[in-house]
């Protein structure tokens, strides 16, 4: 199939190269010891990872892993530039596959936004792998749906890319619900029911390939009980982590979308009064009318920066949250109706339709970041959702009443690309997010140098780097506790227990215990502790796990050798 618009300039060089280098903006911003630099100690001690966590997401962590290996991926830095790659190849890659149906220049607006809304740490790679996989696994499928050439190869191909999504991170599993594609497909294009179920075929066994090969090999490896044992420990640990149980995890979805959908009620009525006043003196006064109208839109903009809907707050979600969901309301809008036939769309674009709608209903499933994951994967979505709109304008024709309606999407459309693109440009994850300015450049640190974090952050963590080298601790072990797991990874400290983020409602105080209980037991010199946060910071077993911490560094006869307002260091007399 030609690619269309292809010969056009700004299509085949500007916005490529747009799309590949943007995600690299604010790639030095922020230093942050918590979820960032977890996952890059669980990339380079994945030996010593809890087997929960390691084989929920082993693909995540086998490639962050080897990404370690490769040249300048020891220092923060040069690893999220490895990792912000993959950003950019869902982007281009669905760039230039979509430009068979839809043109190039729309295609370019909705992947700009959703590389503005990728909020998620670039680093974290359970995030990024499986939507990587579900966007390429995704196009894939569509490919192969369309094509008769090579249609096996390709449905096939997509299977794989789901099927290994679900080593990638768990939860993935329901990716599988992408086959609804494919019989909406076979559905509306009359398709025989053999033909359908051939087709389904192929891509079940691309799936199990996917699955099945690296889960034998995984389990050579650790031994074939290991991933079941695993698994079942992640499915119940909703016993201490309720917003992790799938009905906590529902609610916090639907909460999201009903929240927004209160802000966006306001919206109503200002429709309904455009609607009117355009239906009024038909055929005059048209172009005052829209200024009329696009000025009422500006009050309603400012309404909802005073309510805090919109906010100016760049270095947090706020800023894009609830106009980001408000253009996903539209989206799945849109998606439904494109689907439903109803602008009278060829049976390609009613299955990008639908394949839009599906993601939309299965990103954030499994996830307790409520529409969040959404939000970080609209590479496929986003485009599609404006190519509706414009199919839409088509449908119901030059009607004067239609811009009131136009306008007002248009509207979100434009707040989306303008927040979210300041949102990029300004935020970075947990460092500065109150608002601190980050204007101190990490000089001191090897593994973080060149990052740019908030002069507190920096000086707290020399004085404690400084502790750790005159009391000659940084060749032994930690433990670490307090929402401070990056600490090892940082200051290259191997963990003394299978995690650095025992604080965790995840991680059982059961767990937490034996951990302790392996310490005692272990021949080993006792590791040094380094205590962040003393007090609750909303988990639910903080207390138990941290009376359990003091009473084994009671009974070690630990001595404190460092305290800040952030940091407190024990160290055992041994040491």
């Known amino acids: 199939m030609k690619l269309k618009g292809f010969q056009r300039p700004l299509e085949r060089y500007f916005f490529p190269v747009v799309l590949l280098l943007y ?5 030095t911003a922020g230093l942050d010891i918590a979820d960032t630099t977890y996952n890059l100690g669980n990339f380079e001690y994945m030996s010593n990872v809890d087997p929960m966590w390691l084989f929920s997401t082993y693909f995540s962590n086998l490639i962050g892993s080897l990404i370690m290996k490769l040249p300048g991926a020891g220092t923060m830095i040069g690893f999220a530039v490895y990792c912000t790659f993959f950003i950019s190849a869902m982007a281009l890659v669905s760039y230039y596959v979509l430009q068979n149906w839809l043109p190039g220049w729309m295609i370019f607006i909705g992947e700009f936004i959703a590389e503005s809304l990728c909020w998620a740490p670039r680093v974290i790679l359970y995030q990024y792998i499986p939507y990587f996989l579900l966007t390429i696994g995704s196009i894939l499928l569509i490919l192969g749906i369309f094509s008769w050439k090579k249609q096996n190869i390709l449905l096939f191909a997509a299977g794989v890319c789901l099927g290994l999504n679900v080593l990638a991170r768990f939860p993935a599993i329901v990716d599988c619900m992408l086959i609804l594609v494919l019989w909406f497909y076979s559905f509306i294009n009359k398709d025989k029911f053999i033909d359908a179920a051939r087709k389904t075929g192929v891509c079940i066994a691309g799936y199990v390939a996917g ?5 034998i090999l995984i389990s050579i490896k650790y031994g074939f009980n290991a991933y079941p044992e695993a698994i079942i420990k992640l499915l119940s640990m909703t ?12 609610e916090l979805i639907i909460e999201a979308y009903l929240h927004t959908f209160k802000n966006m009620i306001i919206m109503i009525p200002c429709l309904a009064a455009g609607i009117i006043m355009f ?3 038909k055929g005059r006064f ?8 696009i000025a009422g839109l500006l009050v309603l903009a400012r309404y909802y920066y005073g309510q805090g809907v919109l906010t100016a707050n760049y270095f947090y979600y706020d800023c894009m949250f609830q106009v980001a969901m408000m253009f996903l309301i539209i989206s799945a809008v849109l998606c439904i109706i494109g689907a439903h036939g109803i602008l ?16 939309i209903l299965i990103l954030p499933l499994g996830s307790n970041n409520r529409t969040m994951p959404v939000l970080n994967c609209l ?3 986003a485009p599609i959702s404006l190519w509706l709109m414009r199919r839409l304008m088509q449908r119901l024709g030059d009607g004067e009443w239609n811009f009131a309606w136009q306008a007002m999407i248009t509207g979100v459309i434009i707040a989306t690309l303008f927040q979210g693109a300041l949102f990029h440009i300004n935020f970075s994850f947990v460092d500065g997010m109150d608002g601190t300015p980050r204007d101190t450049k990490v000089t001191e640190i090897p593994k973080a140098k060149g990052l740019v974090t908030t002069a507190d952050n920096y000086s707290t963590l020399k004085e404690l780097k400084a502790s750790l080298e005159d009391n000659n601790l940084t060749s032994g072990k930690v433990l670490t506790f307090g929402e401070i797991p990056g600490i090892p990874y940082v200051f290259d400290m191997s963990p003394a227990i299978n995690t650095t983020w025992p604080d965790l409602d995840s991680y059982s105080v059961d767990s937490f215990d034996d951990a302790l209980s392996s310490l005692d037991a272990s021949k080993e010199p006792a590791p040094t502790v380094i205590i962040g946060y003393k007090e609750n910071d909303g988990y639910a077993n903080f207390s138990v796990k941290y009376d359990k911490l003091m009473d084994y560094i009671g009974k070690h006869d630990y001595n404190k050798i460092f305290e800040s307002d952030r940091f407190t260091v024990y160290a055992a007399n041994d040491q």
């Open 23 to 27: 995600p690299f903006f604010g790639i």
């Open 211 to 215: 699955l099945g090969l690296p889960l």
């Open 239 to 250: 016993e201490g982590a309720s917003d992790y149980s799938s009905g906590g995890m529902l």
């Open 279 to 281: 239906l009024m003196a």
């Open 286 to 293: 048209v172009l005052l009318k829209k200024l009329a109208f």
């Open 344 to 359: 009278n769309g060829t049976v390609e674009e009613r299955t990008l339709s639908a394949m839009a709608l599906v993601q």
């Open 379 to 381: 590479f496929l979505i």
